[in-house]
């Protein structure tokens, strides 16, 4: 019929059509990789110097005659090696390209872009040195020798792709001679990983390790390796059917290696099919479509299934569904949830086991690592994970049963529960004095603010302080109001819809409840509505504010409720401006908080941000609150900033900038500069400041010494005080979006830590800053 040949015709002009796009999608994949690994330099990795190399006294010190100190140091006691040299954050990762991911066994240099790619993932998730090293030796026991040889130059060795039974060979070889850690990614990077994700399955299906029944396909190095794993977390030897190529691995097969014979059952079962019935877990190591639909039919209820071929699993999820809609599932890949991926493992088991000095990796340090990994997909999902895949849903249970790769709080959790384990088992030549300090390193390291928030966290301790957010109803604020009650001793207030703010933290995955974890204000109902809105007519009935333009206001306007309730004690600080205009927050925050215009009291100074920069941290100001300041405000950001310095820990370093410096010309933004230094100059301060100069005369203090040799700094500043907020806010912006600086505020200065006005860019993580900034009492900082 012409209609059939009509539909037949369209259905196969659509068929070639996704056909092409399928075909055009792979080629500028193809073309982009190439592009990725080829520009703007070959390869991924490059070498950098970590010691100033400017001059003959460096040369000196790093070479000859300075270089034999460290020499003789390191033969009388070779342990000092990690002291003078890189050997203690180096590692090796070796292969000889026998089994490359789902290439096979393409050779060692076919290899190496691989490995570089290893290396570069130890240095962005755990900062570990990485030299890749491909080697043409397929012989195991010459590969070992050469392995072992390296020893005197890593403080730990990735054995990577080597192909199964050589790979055992290779690494029980190298471990029995090597006194420092090697491991073999591919079997206990998958088997810990695997581990974790087996263990909260099982807690979402209400299983136990040794109940559960185990169907595994691939006898491969990553297969044996998950198997073992699973033995030591409890399940029973009889209740593990491998399968391989052949079929069943059983008793009465003769091609069996060491490793499979270990699983061989007594049965007169052969297949897959044969064995799947009542399996509890499937176990998927081996290759595209080996599990059929029909066979999950047969397993137990909510059966686990880890189908981790690679690039196409034994089974996807989406048939798994059709027939068994409660099934937990796991895949190897990042477009399906519950990616069992190596990376939430080695850089952080190499992590912790190269700061203790450990002599190898152990089976104590591999189930550390498995319950931190399984621990952290149950605890509140961080905000950076949830800022990194946004869209996800990142609540525990089937669906996210171990954590992303980009999760900051890995390192710290997983690195520190492999110390711990490499100190209690004995394997720690460098033990660690202080396990919470070491973790709060990690952590820093991460999370770049940790370290210099520190002494405003501990001060905000001393004290518990109301804070309400202005903004409730944003994520951003619901996750930071959670960290700060697991965190600090505040308690956070939420302006908001009750409803809509448990809708949105059980989506975010979080476990605080409004109404029960904090208190909620509720514009549109709360009781105090009545006192809120008669107060603030009371204070702006002389600035036209009527009765019914004041209730209006403060059913509508978050800032001005949250301005309110500070101002009648019903909380401490405020905290606002996640979204909306700077100067709009301001507006309201000193008509309720500030004093009357003409009179003493608190007043908006400046706007005060901490750019946290690899070489230390740069305070700015005034970025937003004063367009043009007078030379009394400029003076005024200066006392203030010097003072809220302190609360980091610094000692303040003033420089006021402007286009002027030191008097050489004569511009609007000298002559103000000029005016700040002789208000500055009238009365005795407690810290250092100079003006009027440019920004480089200011960081550099050759600079400043050859223009200016008496200037009355020590070193570079800490702080710019600018004469206009347009350089202020350039600087900061130009730092922040570059990615040079991480931003801590900005903290609204003058108004006795009462309120703070954030940025519509700032993160959870900001705002917690924020709030432990706002949690500190004002006797605290002067």
Same mark, same amino acid.
């Given at each position: ?20 796009? !399928? ?6 994949? &193809? ?6 690994? #080829? ?8 070498? &950098? ?16 005659? @300075?270089?034999? $100190? ?36 393409? @050779? ?67 471990? #029995? ?141 989406? +048939? ?12 190897? &890949? !990042? ?51 949830? *800022? ?70 501990? *001060? ?25 009650? $697991? ?102 925050? /000193? ?59 610094? +000692? ?29 100059? !009238?009365?005795?301060?407690?810290? *250092?400041? #100079? ?8 960081? /550099? ?37 570059? @990615? ?41 900082? @002067?």
């Amino acid at each position: 019929m012409p209609t059939d040949r009509t539909d037949e015709t369209t259905t196969a002009s659509a068929t070639h059509s996704t056909e092409d796009r !399928s075909e055009d999608r792979q080629a500028q994949l &193809r073309r982009a990789a190439l592009r990725y690994h #080829e520009e703007p330099k070959p390869g991924k990795l490059e070498i &950098r110097a970590t010691k100033p190399l400017a001059n003959g006294r460096d040369l000196s010190l790093a070479y000859s005659p @300075g270089v034999a $100190e460290a020499c003789l140091e390191i033969k009388a006691d070779p342990a000092t090696a990690s002291r003078y040299t890189s050997r203690g954050n180096l590692v090796a990762v070796v292969s000889n390209g026998s089994a490359v991911l789902g290439l096979g066994n393409i @050779g060692a240099i076919a290899s190496k872009p691989v490995m570089e790619g290893k290396a570069v993932l130890f240095k962005k998730f755990a900062n570990i040195d990485c030299f890749d090293i491909e080697v043409n030796e397929a012989d195991p026991y010459k590969l070992a020798d050469i392995v072992c040889a390296l020893e005197p130059t890593f403080g730990a060795i990735n054995l990577e792709d080597i192909k199964a039974p050589e790979c055992f060979i290779v690494e029980q070889l190298c471990r #029995e001679r090597m006194n420092i850690p090697v491991f073999h990614d591919d079997q206990h990077g998958t088997a810990i990983v695997v581990g974790a994700a087996a263990t909260n399955a099982l807690r979402v299906a209400g299983k136990n390790f040794a109940d559960i029944k185990v169907v595994s396909t691939g006898g491969g190095a990553a297969g044996i390796a998950c198997l073992n794993m699973l033995l030591k977390l409890g399940v029973k030897r009889e209740n593990v059917w491998l399968c391989d190529i052949e079929g069943l691995v059983h008793s009465e097969r003769t091609d069996l290696n060491p490793q499979k014979a270990d699983y061989a059952q007594v049965s007169d079962l052969r297949t897959v099919g044969d064995v799947i019935a009542g399996a509890d877990l499937f176990l998927g190591l081996s290759g595209p479509g080996v599990l059929k639909p029909e066979m999950v039919a047969k397993m137990a209820p909510q059966p686990i299934i880890f189908a981790l071929a690679n690039p196409t699993p034994e089974i996807t999820p989406e +048939e798994v569904k059709k027939v068994s809609p409660d099934a937990i599932m796991a895949t190897g &890949r !990042s477009d399906y949830p519950n990616q069992v991926n190596n990376v939430l493992c080695f850089p952080f088991i190499f992590r912790g086991a190269l700061d203790v000095g450990a002599t190898e990796i152990n089976d104590e340090m591999k189930i550390a690592c498995i319950e931190g990994i399984a621990a952290l997909a149950r605890a509140t999902t961080s905000a950076e994970a949830a *800022a990194a895949y946004q869209g996800e849903q990142l609540t525990f249970g089937a669906e996210y049963l171990i954590p992303k790769p980009f999760d900051p709080r890995l390192m710290g959790v997983v690195a520190t529960a492999v110390a711990k384990a490499a100190m209690a088992s004995g394997v720690a030549t460098r033990p660690l004095d202080d396990i919470a300090g070491y973790k709060a390193k990690l952590d820093g390291s991460v999370f770049k603010s940790a370290l210099l928030m520190k002494p405003v966290f501990a *001060a905000a301790n001393q004290a518990e302080r109301r804070i309400v957010f202005a903004e409730g109803e944003d994520e951003r604020v619901l996750r930071a109001a959670s960290a700060m009650i $697991e965190e600090t001793t505040d308690k956070p207030i939420l302006i908001g819809r009750p409803e809509v703010i448990a809708v949105r933290a059980e989506r975010s995955g979080l476990q605080i409840r409004p109404g029960v974890d904090f208190e909620i204000v509720n514009p549109e109902s709360d009781a105090r509505y009545r006192q809120y809105w008669s107060e603030y007519h009371k204070i702006m009935a002389r600035r036209g504010v009527t009765p019914d333009l004041a209730k209006a206001i403060l059913r509508t306007n978050t800032t001005a409720i949250a301005a309110i309730m500070v101002h009648l004690g019903h909380a401490d600080s405020m905290i606002c401006g996640t979204f909306g205009q700077y100067l709009w927050h301001l507006n309201y925050i /000193s008509q309720v908080l500030g004093a009357p215009q003409g009179t003493q009291g608190l007043h908006p100074i400046g706007a005060l941000s901490l750019m946290i920069l690899e070489d230390g941290p740069l305070f700015i100001a005034d970025t937003h609150v004063h367009p043009e300041p007078t030379a009394q405000q400029i003076a005024e950001s200066c006392i203030a900033a010097a003072r809220h310095v302190r609360r980091f820990g610094l +000692e303040p370093q003033v420089a006021i900038c402007s286009h002027s410096q030191f008097g050489n010309l004569d511009c609007a933004s000298g002559r103000v500069t000029r005016a700040a230094m002789e208000i500055l100059d !009238s009365a005795p301060r407690n810290f *250092a400041y #100079e003006g009027e100069m440019h920004i480089d005369s200011a960081l /550099s203090v050759d600079t400043r010494e050859r223009i200016f040799p008496d200037s009355r700094l020590a070193g570079p500043a800490n702080v710019l005080v600018f004469a206009n907020s347009d350089a202020a806010s350039g600087v900061r912006n130009i730092l922040k979006t570059k @990615g040079m600086g991480l931003e801590v505020g900005p903290i609204l200065m003058g108004m006795g830590n009462r309120a703070h006005i954030v940025t519509p860019s700032i993160t959870s993580r900001g705002l917690l800053n924020m709030s432990a900034i706002a949690g500190t009492p004002v006797a605290h900082y @002067g």
